[in-house]
């Protein structure tokens, strides 16, 4: 068996001309917290909704749980708990009947024990006091809380969640961030898509970056950061000529401002930087490498800022 | 993590919820009580106009209400006949309409898929549901016609159409055939609707599409130079439940119907698996 939960092959999806997700090779370990990360539109639910069978690719293929999909899905989707686009209920009725409806349609689940489950999976999402309510009277946040639950009715292996803190006040994000903590620490596998660069920073153990339905990149959160070359900054009284010497030394993205010139080190060695600096008669008040924040890595990866892919 | 062991039971549970989720829906409520309402104002109407005036057949249909001022069965009759051209392929239009295209469009659709249920299964259990509400409505209508003909107008023995007379008894017999043809009839339409409800997200056009078809089948039968075409018409036999109200009962001039239906099920089945088997689900 393999050590992958989820591996993906050249994963591609066409609308009409438009390719929403190019040739996509994911790879997510067991027992990750896998960050989905790209703007709105860059063909994170797409890539969902081919994962869980909803759509068939237009080219490529992949596997869940080491078994292939969609023909295995009878015997995969069961270990999958899944949220895809936002919450999907009958408003007419409680949010206690909607998962009594989704564990009926399940044939794996047992009848008897159907009860206790559901009251566990509304107690963890914390709606236990409104289950008796119609869940058109619910918040957003409440609505998807309620999607939550309906993934976690039976023990899942793999968990894939799709921008799961929609719709959610700062309280709730927190708390879905705990859980997914959570499941995670109980051997659950989590697949997270998000736009949020925060929540993968905070949740994440690997991350996948898309871009404009490409997977642009996918490693571990450390090794992606590590990789992404640092900044360099220099506090100085003549940051024009500090600007110049930081371009000579091959650094990238030089910027000046009154008090200080910073810019992306390349392969420049931050000693040989500080020593050109000197060199050159740059009176150097402060030298700092900062990492990289998640944000600068993704510009880096996609030369453009986190907007809305078009 | 150790792996779960999958067993996958043989459970009548979905169908159970399918068929809880169909009776909660005040929708579904409303339309039943109209159902039954129509027979009861029937029956009213009949009991308040002069007793020298009698109301006129539907649709080719043969004429019950000549006979309702005698015996309140044929309340039950005039009832169907009258939902018949209407009413009732509207119920089942609302209920066939609802079917996939209603689950597409509050997005409960795609989680059903993920649970995981199988497509086929999925399209089993909603057809089961509307064949049920096929045979459940003719029922609701009969019954309500029963009461209330009973309460305004007494029972006794029935006239046939043949003229003979039988005992109210074998009345609610033939009365219960009658149903179950309709049911067999409306189950072809709910098949008609099922498929058209795989074609869209939106319920209401696949109900509004269904209701439209039956009334245009309903015309197209009425005009003598397409008479080429009347065989293939779903609601071509619709009317033909009289039948059952002649002595001795001929069967046999029920097969054009039965088979006809068998047709369209068969048919309108496969086309709505064929659409939905594969289907993108972008809802
Ligand atoms: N059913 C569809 N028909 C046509 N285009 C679609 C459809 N679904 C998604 N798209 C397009 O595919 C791209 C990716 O969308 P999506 O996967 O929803 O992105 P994300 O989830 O990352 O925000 C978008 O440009 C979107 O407009
Ligand atoms: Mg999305």
Redesign the pocket.
Known sequence: MTDLAVASHGLTKR??S?V??DAVDLAVPRGAVFGFL???????????RMLLGLITPTAGGHELLGRAMPDRAADVLPRVGALV?GPGFHPYLSGRDNLRRVDAADRTAEGRTAEARIAAALDRVGLSAAAAKRYRTYSLGMKQRLAIAAALLVPRELLIL??PTNGLDPQGTREVRTLVAALAAEGSTVLL?T?LLAEVEQVCTHVGV?HR?KLVAQEPLGKLRADAAPMARVLTDQPGAAATVLRAMGLTEVTETAAEASGRLGAAAPEKVVAALVHDGVPVRGFTVQAPSLEDVFVQLTGRGFDV?? | MSQVKIRRRVSSRFLASEVRLIAVRRRNQAGLAALAAVPVVIAIAMKVAAPDRTGRGQGGGPDFFSQILSNGFFVALAGIGVELTLFLPIAIAMLAGDAVAGEANQGTLRYLLTVPVGRIRLLAVKYAGIVMGAFLAPLVVATSGILAGLLLFGGGDVTTLSGTSISFGAGLLRLLGVCLYLGVCLTALGAVGLFLSTLTEQPMGATIALTMLTVASFVLGQIPQLDWLHPYLLTQHWQDFGELLRDPVSLSALQPGLLTAGAYIAVFLCAAWARFAGR?I?S
């Open positions: 609308f009409g438009q929403a997700v790209g703007p709105n539109g860059s063909g994170k639910t797409t890539t969902i686009e799709d921008e898509s736009h898309m339905g892919s078009s | 993108d972008t």
